[in-house]
């Protein structure tokens, strides 16, 4: 997350704790919920639109911004700020984030960033974290100190950090889309199966695709209703799709 009128400076974690605390006692409190550049991940929409209890193609159409420049190779979404005078977000609110516990992850993961690659040849991410330090933001000169390790489970980190490095591999992966005639359908493809769940769940169950690659009864039941185990299908599917890796098994 980054805030457009303000100079953030990024400072590398060093030593592993930081000193930091924000709550609604703070004179900047919902100050930094505006003006927003937030990208979200496909788990970040599976889990608001969960909460808001609207489909996954009624979240994009209301609150998302689709961005063709931001990503080399694939389309990311952003979520819309509000268009008002204080462009804020559209979630919140005098008493702080209406949706808190679904938030986004670089909400939570804030006042630290991650940079998270996939180094070629391995098949495990390399981390890095930083601080950002905004100039609104007072929750510095707050004492409270923090290990990296207790922000990221105080603040609920652990599933956004596993499912978005599943989605990295995607979209890090050095693997060639093919042929050039190809690739408007393989950018629908990632959209719907990275972003829109309900239709990608549509296309698994109502098409030919459980006659042609051999999958379980019991992984068929789980994912009619798991929003969570949809999505890591979905990526073993866009993996298969995109880039032609053996992650299903055609029937042969
Ligand atoms: S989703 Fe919640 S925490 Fe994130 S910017 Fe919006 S109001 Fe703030
Ligand atoms: S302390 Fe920082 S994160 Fe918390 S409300 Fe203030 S600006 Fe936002």
């Not at 909400?107 to 180094?119: D, F, K, N, Q, W």
């Not at 068929?220 to 185990?229: C, F, G, T």
Request: hydrophobic share 35%; glycine share 6%.
């Amino acid at each position: 997350m980054d805030s457009k009128k303000t100079s953030n400076v990024f400072t590398p974690l060093t030593g592993g704790v930081f000193h930091f605390n924000c709550h609604r006692d703070i004179p900047c409190f919902n100050k930094c919920c505006a003006k927003l550049r937030l990208i979200l991940t496909p788990y970040d929409i599976v889990r608001m639109r969960k909460r808001l209890d609207i489909s996954s193609g009624e979240f994009l159409e209301q609150y998302t911004e689709t961005l063709l420049r931001e990503h080399p190779r694939f389309p990311m979404v952003k979520l819309k700020m509000l268009d008002d005078e204080g462009q804020r977000c559209p979630f919140v609110t005098a008493e702080g984030c209406s949706i808190y516990e679904d938030r986004p992850g670089a909400c939570r993961l804030y006042p630290i960033g991650r940079a998270s690659t996939l180094v070629q040849g391995e098949q495990d991410t390399k981390e890095q974290y930083f601080v950002i330090r905004e100039n609104h933001c007072e929750g510095f000169k707050e004492e409270k100190v923090w290990t990296l390790e207790e922000w990221v489970s105080h603040e609920g980190l652990g599933s956004y950090m596993e499912m978005n490095d599943r989605w990295l591999a995607i979209l890090n992966s050095p693997k060639s889309l093919g042929p050039k005639e190809y690739l408007a359908k393989k950018h629908q493809m990632f959209f719907m199966a990275s972003y829109d769940i309900d239709r990608f769940r549509k296309f698994v169950f109502e098409s030919r695709f459980f006659s042609l690659f051999e999958i379980t009864p019991e992984k068929k039941q789980e994912l009619v209703s798991n929003d969570e185990a949809l999505l890591i299908f979905a990526f073993e599917w866009l993996k298969f799709s995109l880039f032609g890796e053996k992650t299903l098994t055609p029937i042969s």
